[in-house]
């Protein structure tokens, strides 16, 4: 018999590798309105709603292992171009498509789902693709 698996709460963080860490943070805070919670010379965190957090790393800044006051953080990195999605009301996208347009960020993609959802694609400052999606998405969204 296999043991019962421990019940998760949610997603808390996610990463991505930049290689500027000063105009990722800008654009995140600008486009995405998130607040910065933490900034050092290899990352930034910054709050998203929902009690996520997006951690920006500085690309081959944290390949070593981080030593803090309350113990070491393993090493990590990442290349190549990853994804990352937002959620947002249904009645905010054209608010968001108005919002984008005025920052001159190209909506790169736009897709209605099968169950209702709608995303919006734009590309951020390392050309990272991130998702503004609606629910209607997943089962669970």
Same mark, same amino acid.
């Given at each position: 018999?296999?043991?019962?698996?421990?019940?998760?709460?949610?997603?808390?963080?996610?990463?991505?590798? +930049?290689?500027?860490?000063?105009?990722?943070?800008?654009?995140?805070?600008?486009?995405?309105?998130?607040?910065?919670?933490?900034?050092?010379?290899?990352?930034?965190?910054?709050?998203?709603?929902?009690?996520?957090?997006?951690?920006?790393?500085?690309?081959?800044?944290? +390949?070593?292992?981080?030593?803090?006051?309350?113990?070491?953080?393993?090493?990590?990195?990442?290349?190549?171009?990853?994804?990352?999605?937002?959620?947002?009301?249904?009645?905010?996208?054209?608010?968001?498509? =108005?919002?984008?347009?005025?920052?001159?960020?190209?909506?790169?993609?736009?897709?209605?789902?099968?169950?209702?959802?709608?995303? +919006?694609?734009?590309?951020?400052?390392?050309?990272?693709? +991130?998702?503004? =999606?609606?629910?209607?998405?997943?089962?669970?969204?």
């Amino acid at each position: 018999m296999t043991a019962s698996i421990p019940r998760l709460t949610g997603l808390l963080e996610t990463a991505l590798y +930049v290689s500027d860490l000063a105009i990722s943070e800008a654009f995140y805070s600008r486009v995405l309105g998130l607040e910065t919670f933490l900034r050092d010379s290899r990352m930034c965190a910054m709050g998203v709603p929902g009690a996520t957090v997006l951690l920006l790393f500085h690309r081959g800044g944290s +390949v070593q292992p981080s030593t803090t006051p309350a113990g070491t953080i393993p090493a990590h990195d990442g290349r190549g171009t990853l994804h990352l999605a937002f959620a947002i009301p249904r009645n905010a996208l054209d608010a968001w498509a =108005a919002h984008l347009a005025r920052e001159r960020i190209a909506i790169e993609s736009r897709i209605t789902w099968p169950a209702g959802g709608t995303s +919006v694609y734009f590309r951020d400052p390392d050309q990272h693709s +991130v998702e503004l =999606a609606t629910p209607g998405l997943w089962p669970s969204y």
